[in-house]
């Protein structure tokens, strides 16, 4: 049986009083030999306090953990011998090793083994047996004689202690602390009384192969020399009263939990000694024998050791290997004459029948005795609340009552549409009425001795319901394919998927009181409210096919494909007040307790698999045989399994899980290995682990024991882990490993230190630079806004300023000559027309802040218009040339270029007093442009840094500077010449436009 949940499941145990004892052909066996792991020869038996249980073989000491065995492997190398002959596990965890070849070796709870040879006193030879005694003082039964471990040393018993034997064969500590021994040389049976130091002798003049104990002051002791099972009672005044037991070959004894004596010998037998089987020819009584060999699957034809687990499992050791007894929640027993069409029907008086089509079609189910005059064939029954026994036949429908069968005819519509009458389903209401749903007939029901039929289904009459339920508020419900009808005072309702009935095709029907439960091939469901609810499991999936269901006072039980399931009457109540729980459940199935698989079939055929007895007992059909299980005899394993690490490896290299481990740095993968000693059922063992210091969340395992981690950064983890057992009692402290991944070298604290310390630096410097580069980038905004206001006030000496200057020119001539009227007029002609292009040339200043002031990009035109002005002196020759192929310009640096020609030109009408000006402009791979006259010249001085309070050639310079280009003044008695150079890849924007001219 397994629990399986997420939180345990209240303990409970078997009502006190009840007998659990269980016949040894009905528990559960196990066997394992070398080809699970188990090579050698084995000898002896032992279980240490964290739940291991350990082997000696002639080719090492193994432990199993239920699932795997390993051979045990001493820290820093082996074992000081192989063969191991004896065991005994003490209190503190540790592990007493025998060796055949003499010599002995105590490893502690730490795993480190202490060896112990004759050098400190231990006898030679094999070693036998150990024993620990209640003040902690170990013994040891060797071929060399029986010897006590006196702080580091073994003392040898002899006369001082009343031991007249010079060997030892077999050792015993009994619950008062008495210590037995098969003493050997000679042969005798000696014991200790706690607190003495004196050796009594039983009498007898023989040793023993094992002892048991079977009660207060009671032992039982196998007689190494005969085929005698003795029992020896001390009494209070010191007397001995003994008797045998049993006759047969024995070597080792151990007493089960239900009070079982088991003997090894040949094959393996149990004694129930509280339970005599009779008398024998002796006059003697004697017990109960069982007796289980090679045939039903032990592992050997000789038995050598025995022992019972923490757990109450029975451990049989066989010359071929290792044997596991441990008691099932059910009962089963094999029937030949079941056949697949089998049903199951209970009585009035609680008794479970067997229904078949077979010959003796109607059992008993208990002992399979048949019921006299039984019809030939039967394919269902059901019980009425009366207490007869409704059954159908191929031809009737019958009434078993008190022992007779009643005839009942079919409806007149079967001898009219049918030829074979089967009744799927049937159920009686409180009025009295039988509701039978009857194959390919429909629903019918049976009143005063009439049958009535009844249409459910609109538009399909003749549908067969397969499963009848009435409830406790009187209404019948009626289960087809994927419908579900409920009939309640003549009217029909129909509940389908939309109604929340999602249990794939309907198969059995049940219910207790107003609850109606539903079972399909694809789960479970329950009515609540106006709508069905399927049950999901813990785990979150369904139930899948469920055959069968009773619902009973201690929960629902279900026959189901997963095996016979139990929900337990407290999750069925919080199930009932909140639909979405996720139920708690017990599982009886192939694993834990059945021994074949429960019988489940389709839609095709009715029939019950499963009915509860008047006693409580559920009763299961199996596909050959019948399963009961008793409630009231349920054992729960309610021992916290011990869980360990078992072994940690880390890029191919071990570490012992005992202590902390540093690992080395940059550890790619990491591998844990760790169990839970829960030896039952351990293939129902569940885990959760974490990684503390990588992960805060628990991981769900399953019945998984290894877990892998990659790439885990320096740092130090604990590795904890928990585990419950196969009915989900869970060890909340678990075990854990705790390690550290050691840091490389660039990971260390220090390196990192630095590395931040060198980021902060470089952060502080990209701050510093970034600054300078915004404090830079104002500058140059500011830098920009004043050479704007240069350009500006460039523009306005450039253009409106000497545009005013020569419009004062004009005004003061006139002035000059005020009585003069044509002169004047000729002036204030003159005058306008300079004032407009004042207007017009600030105009185009304010404009030259958007766009270009020169409206085309032919330079050599714009120029000569610049210099066909009015104050252009009526004695000068003009001359403009242009050599190469004229290129566009840039805008911007087409009016720098413009301006510096213009005011070139400005300056020479004004101050030159040339009779020729000559402007020249090449396209080449730069722009040159030279503007020459042949007027008095310039001061070197003013043409190297400008008139004082002028801003003529500082204005020209600045332009020049501001597109790259180069400015050259020269003067001389025969006149000034200037020149500019412009680099092309700053000026052209194109190729050739124009050819030259």
């Known amino acids: 049986m397994v629990t399986v949940c997420l939180l345990t499941l209240a303990p409970a145990s078997p009502a006190s009083g009840l007998d659990l004892y269980q016949r040894l052909d009905q528990m559960h066996h196990s066997a394992w030999s070398a080809k699970e792991g188990l090579t050698g020869e084995p000898n002896c038996l032992a279980q240490t306090t964290d739940g291991y249980l350990w082997i000696g073989t002639s080719n090492g000491l193994y432990r199993f953990d239920g699932v795997a065995f390993e051979r045990y492997q001493r820290q820093g190398g082996a074992l000081p011998a192989v063969a191991v002959s004896a065991l005994l596990a003490v209190p503190d965890g540790g592990l007493w090793v025998g060796y055949s070849r003499g010599g002995a070796t105590f490893i502690g709870s730490d795993g480190r083994p202490v060896n112990y040879t004759v050098d400190q006193g231990l006898p030679v030879g094999t070693v036998r047996s150990f024993a620990r005694d209640l003040d902690g003082v170990v013994w040891v039964a060797a071929v060399g004689g029986l010897a006590r471990l006196d702080a580091d040393r073994w003392r040898t018993v002899r006369m001082d202690w009343n ?45 023993a192969a094992g002892f048991a104990q079977t009660g207060d002051n009671t032992i039982a002791f196998a007689d190494m020399f005969s085929t005698i099972v003795h029992e020896v009672r001390r009494e209070v005044d010191g007397a001995e009263a003994r008797r045998t037991i049993v006759e047969l070959p024995s070597q080792g004894l151990a007493l089960d939990r239900d009070g079982g004596l088991w003997v090894a010998g040949d094959d393996i037998t149990r004694l129930r000694i509280s339970a005599p089987s009779g008398v024998g020819s002796d006059g003697r009584v004697r017990p109960a024998v069982e007796r289980f060999t090679i045939k039903e699957g032990l592992s050997g034809r000789l038995s050598r050791d025995v022992l019972v687990d923490h757990e109450g499992n029975v451990w049989v050791l066989t010359q071929g290997g290792l044997d596991r007894f441990r008691r099932r929640n059910l009962a ?101 009425r039988l509701w039978v749903s009857i194959s390919g007939l429909g629903v019918f029901y049976r009143e005063d001795e009439q049958w009535t039929f009844v249409p459910i289904l609109p538009g399909r009459p003749d549908w067969t319901a397969a499963a009848a339920h009435v409830d406790g508020a009187d209404r019948l419900w009626l289960a087809y394919r994927d419908e579900l009808a409920m009939v309640e005072r003549g009217k029909v309702r129909l509940f389908t998927k939309a109604d929340g009935l999602d249990v794939g095709p309907l198969l059995a029907l049940g219910g207790r009181d107003r609850q109606v439960w539903i079972t399909g091939e694809q789960g479970l469901a329950f009515l609540h409210g106006d709508r069905f609810h399927v049950v999901q499991r813990a785990s979150g999936i369904r139930f899948g096919a469920v055959a069968g269901i009773v ?71 199996t596909n050959g045989g019948l399963a009961t299980v008793d ?50 059922i351990p293939e129902r063992v569940r885990f959760r682990y974490r990684l503390e210091g990588w992960e805060t969340d628990w991981h769900d395992a399953g019945t998984r024991r290894t877990v892998f981690y990659t790439d885990l950064r320096p740092g130090r983890y604990v590795f904890r882990v928990l585990a419950c057992n196969n009915d989900g009692v869970w060890n909340e402290a678990g075990a854990t490993f705790a390690f550290t991944v050691a840091p490389a070298w660039y990971q260390t604290m220090w390196f990192q230190g630095l590395m931040a310390a060198c980021l902060l630096a470089s952060v502080a410097t990209l701050y510093r630079v970034r600054l300078r580069r915004v404090s830079a980038a104002l500058s140059a905004k500011f830098d920009e806004r004043l050479a704007e206001r240069t350009r500006i006030a460039r523009e306005l000496h450039d253009t409106l300023l000497q545009t005013v200057q020569g419009s004062k020119m004009v005004a003061e001539d006139a002035l000059d000559r005020l009585g003069d009227a044509d002169h004047m007029r000729r002036a204030m002609e003159r005058l306008s027309d300079w004032l407009g292009r004042a207007v017009d040339e600030g105009r185009a200043a304010l404009n030259s802040l958007r766009a270009s002031t020169v409206a085309v990009n032919d330079l050599a035109e714009s120029l000569r218009a610049a210099a066909d002005s009015p104050t252009k002196p009526p004695t000068l020759t003009l001359s403009v040339g242009v050599r190469g192929e004229s290129r566009d310009l840039h805008p911007i640096v087409r009016d720098e270029i413009y301006r510096i020609g213009y005011e070139a030109i400005r300056n020479a009408y004004a101050h030159s007093k040339a009779t020729r000006l000559d402007i020249e402009i090449e396209y080449a791979r730069d722009l040159f442009l030279r503007i020459t006259d042949n007027g008095i010249g310039i001061d070197p001085a003013i043409a190297g840094s400008g008139k004082h309070g002028r801003f003529g050639l500082p204005g020209m310079r600045e332009r020049a500077a501001n597109i790259g280009a180069t400015l050259t003044v020269v003067g001389s008695a025969s006149g000034t010449s200037i020149s500019l150079v412009a680099p092309g890849a700053n000026v052209f924007r194109s190729g050739p436009t124009s050819p030259s001219h």
């Open 163 to 207: 031991y007249p034997c010079r060997s030892a064969w077999r050792l015993f500590l009994e619950r008062d602390g008495t210590l037995w021994v098969g003493a050997a040389s000679p042969d005798r049976i000696l014991y200790l009384p706690k607190g003495t130091r004196r050796f009594r002798d039983l009498g007898i003049a023989t040793s």
């Open 332 to 432: 089963w027993k094999a029937d030949t004459q079941l056949a697949p069409g089998a049903s199951l029907v209970s009585d009035k008086n609680g008794e479970v029948w067997v229904l078949s089509y077979l010959p003796a079609a109607l059992r008993r189910a208990r002992d399979g005795a048949p019921v006299p005059n039984a019809p030939d064939t039967l394919d269902v029954g059901f019980l009425d609340p009366d207490g007869s026994v409704w059954l159908s036949t191929t031809r009737s429908f019958l009434r078993w009552t008190d022992g007779r069968f009643i005839q009942i005819p079919p409806p007149d519509e079967f001898f009219e549409r049918a030829d074979y009458f089967a009744v799927a389903a049937a159920a009686k209401d409180r009025a009295g």
């Open 551 to 621: 619902v009973s006072r201690d929960g629902v039980w279900l026959s189901a494909a997963i095996g016979i399931v139990r929900i337990p009457a407290a999750e069925v109540q919080r199930l009932l007040g909140d639909p979405e729980h996720r139920v708690q459940y017990e599982l009886f199935d192939l694993v834990s307790d059945l021994p074949e698989a429960l019988m489940v079939r389709g839609t095709t055929r009715a029939f019950a698999p499963v009915v509860e007895g008047a006693d409580g007992v559920l009763w299961f059909l």
């Open 631 to 680: 409630p009231r005899k349920i054992v729960r394993n309610t021992l916290q399994p011990p869980v360990l690490v078992r072994t940690v490896t880390a890029d191919d290299k071990t570490y012992s899980p005992q202590g902390a481990a540093t690992l080395p740095p940059l550890t790619r993968t990491i591998r844990i290995d760790y169990t839970a000693l829960s030896l039952s």
